[in-house]
T-cell receptor, first 111, second 115 residues
Framework: KAGVTQTPRYLIKTRGQQVTLSCSPI?????VSWYQQTPGQGLQFLFE???????NKGNFPGRFSGRQFSNSRSEMNVSTLELGDSALYLC??????????FGPGTRLTVT | AQKVTQAQTEISVVEKEDVTLDCVYE???????LFWYKQPPSGELVFLIR??????QNEISGRYSWNFQKSTSSFNFTITASQVVDSAVYFC????????????FGGGTRVLVKP
């Protein structure tokens, strides 16, 4: 079975721009979660989508948003980028209530 | 609120030594799940184990073993006869039943195994 894939793997953006990251879950997995990893804050939960509905949301500003499509693929969007948004963004997929499998991540650098 | 604490930020051992990683958690839920993940230098988080709150049985998988104790809210992880390939950052995480699949991670413990 193919694992979780994330595109792009690396991204460089300028402050004020917006960015969209994509995640394709493991086939059959309907839950997709997003996490931000930074040296200062560690791994933090952004949101979870299940069957195209946001099921849970972390403590991030409204500039961070996401969505899930009918094929379970998910995208997250960050608008008006700030330097502090530089991070590794990890996507994870799982069956309804089970262990999560992570993708390789997208490393975002904001300059 | 849920919280996971990994007090050890970095552990350095010589190959073949055993290493134990500590994890202490806080939750108000009676039903919850505990996890360990490994993050090698490549960056991808690799799932190692999941435990349910109602299953305190310890588990051994090859050189890995886990000790879950609800009485002390701890879920410790031991690598026996460590190898250089075990060098990575290890994360303990908690998921509450009421919070869907949201994982709360500890700060991680970096393990360096020297040859």
């Amino acid at each position: 079975k193919a694992g979780v894939t994330q595109t792009p793997r690396y991204l460089i953006k300028t402050r004020g721009q917006q960015v969209t990251l994509s995640c394709s879950p493991i086939s059959g997995h309907r839950s997709v979660s997003w996490y931000q990893q930074t040296p200062g804050q560690g791994l933090q939960f952004l949101f979870e989508y299940f069957s195209e509905t946001q099921r849970n949301k972390g403590n991030f500003p409204g500039r961070f948003s996401g969505r899930q499509f009918s094929n379970s693929r998910s995208e997250m969007n960050v608008s008006t980028l700030e330097l502090g948004d530089s991070a590794l963004y990890l996507c994870a997929s799982s069956l309804a209530r089970a262990e999560q499998y992570f993708g390789p991540g997208t490393r975002l650098t904001v300059t | 609120a849920q919280k996971v604490t990994q007090a050890q930020t970095e552990i350095s051992v010589v190959e073949k030594e055993d290493v134990t990683l500590d994890c202490v958690y806080e939750t108000r839920d009676t039903t919850y799940y505990l996890f360990w993940y490994k993050q090698p230098p490549s960056g991808e988080l690799v799932f190692l184990i999941r435990r349910n709150s109602f299953d305190e049985q310890n588990e051994i998988s090859g050189r890995y073993s886990w000790n879950f104790q609800k009485s002390t809210s701890s879920f410790n992880f031991t690598i026996t006869a460590s190898q250089v390939v075990d060098s990575a950052v290890y994360f303990c995480a908690l998921s509450e039943e009421a919070a869907g699949n949201k994982l709360t991670f500890g700060g991680g413990t970096r393990v360096l195994v020297k040859p």
